[in-house]
């Protein structure tokens, strides 16, 4: 498989307690996002990395939540004391820059906060 | 993902119809826009994009038009299909300045009956 993938597929965990997604992206694209969605919304934008730089981050990615991209290919999204309000779907997504902005997404990784 | 779009906009449409699903975008400095399709457990999947120097798009059964005047976006599907049953998304980005974040709209749900 080629597709962007992402690991778990589901969490559920305890209110107070750290979490930790990985994505692996399509091996030749440079560009790595981050995306939450909840129920009946559209994905929402949340960090960018090109290669292992982190050039953008939205105002929904709080100091409870970190992602590094260390190497340039596989990331990882932690969020530390979880909070039931961070139960959603975090979406990863990876493109290069001959594709333009047309992502390719992986199936996501669906947290449940308890 | 998993229950996506429980409270969307649905449009219910007969097998071999055509569809058609708009989207009204809210930033005039936008400058691309893409389709998305999402199945239930699974993400994003890319269908179609265009550019605002266009105002239209065909691709397989599908065409993307663009009315920047008004700001909206629609999706035609021809001769639709029950694999076609999804959630839509429009999504939009400002390219101009660099910034590869999407904005994606809220969704509609196709329903294709039989």
Same mark, same amino acid.
Request: aromatic share 10%; with cysteine; charged share 20%.
């Given at each position: 498989?080629? *597709?962007?993938?992402?690991?778990?597929?589901?969490?559920?965990?305890?209110?107070?307690?750290?979490? =930790?997604?990985?994505?692996?992206?399509?091996?030749?694209?440079?560009?790595?996002?981050?995306?939450?969605?909840?129920?009946?919304?559209?994905?929402?934008?949340?960090?960018?990395?090109?290669?292992?730089?982190?050039?953008?981050?939205?105002?929904?990615?709080?100091?409870?939540?970190?992602?590094?991209?260390?190497?340039?290919?596989?990331? =990882?999204?932690?969020?530390?004391?979880?909070?039931?309000?961070?139960?959603?779907?975090?979406?990863?997504?990876?493109?290069?820059?001959?594709?333009?902005?047309?992502?390719?997404?992986?199936?996501?990784?669906?947290?449940?906060?308890? | 993902?998993?229950?996506?779009?429980?409270?969307?906009?649905?449009?219910?449409?007969?097998?071999?119809?055509?569809?058609?699903?708009?989207?009204?975008?809210?930033?005039?400095?936008?400058?691309?826009?893409?389709?998305?399709?999402?199945?239930?457990?699974?993400?994003?999947?890319?269908?179609?994009?265009?550019?605002?120097?266009?105002?239209?798009?065909? *691709?397989?059964?599908?065409?993307?038009?663009?009315?920047?005047?008004?700001?909206?976006?629609?999706?035609?599907?021809?001769? =639709?299909?029950?694999?076609?049953?999804?959630?839509?998304?429009?999504?939009?980005?400002?390219?101009?300045?660099?910034?590869?974040?999407?904005?994606? *709209?809220?969704?509609?749900?196709?329903?294709?009956?039989?």
């Amino acid at each position: 498989d080629t *597709g962007v993938s992402q690991n778990p597929r589901h969490k559920i965990t305890k209110r107070g307690q750290n979490v =930790t997604f990985r994505c692996d992206p399509i091996s030749e694209h440079n560009r790595l996002y981050w995306y939450r969605q909840t129920l009946g919304q559209g994905p929402e934008f949340l960090t960018y990395f090109q290669n292992e730089a982190q050039l953008e981050k939205s105002r929904l990615l709080s100091d409870r939540f970190s992602a590094e991209r260390p190497k340039g290919s596989f990331s =990882t999204l932690e969020i530390q004391r979880t909070e039931q309000g961070d139960s959603a779907m975090y979406l990863c997504a990876s493109s290069s820059r001959e594709l333009g902005y047309g992502y390719t997404f992986g199936s996501g990784t669906r947290l449940t906060v308890v | 993902g998993e229950n996506v779009g429980l409270h969307l906009p649905t449009l219910s449409v007969q097998e071999g119809d055509n569809s058609i699903i708009n989207c009204a975008y809210s930033n005039s400095a936008s400058d691309y826009f893409i389709w998305y399709k999402q199945e239930s457990g699974k993400g994003p999947q890319f269908i179609i994009d265009i550019r605002s120097n266009m105002d239209k798009r065909q *691709g397989q059964r599908v065409t993307v038009l663009l009315n920047k005047t008004v700001k909206h976006l629609s999706l035609q599907i021809a001769a =639709t299909q029950p694999g076609d049953s999804a959630v839509y998304f429009c999504a939009e980005n400002i390219g101009d300045t660099g910034r590869r974040a999407l904005t994606f *709209g809220s969704g509609t749900r196709l329903q294709v009956q039989p």
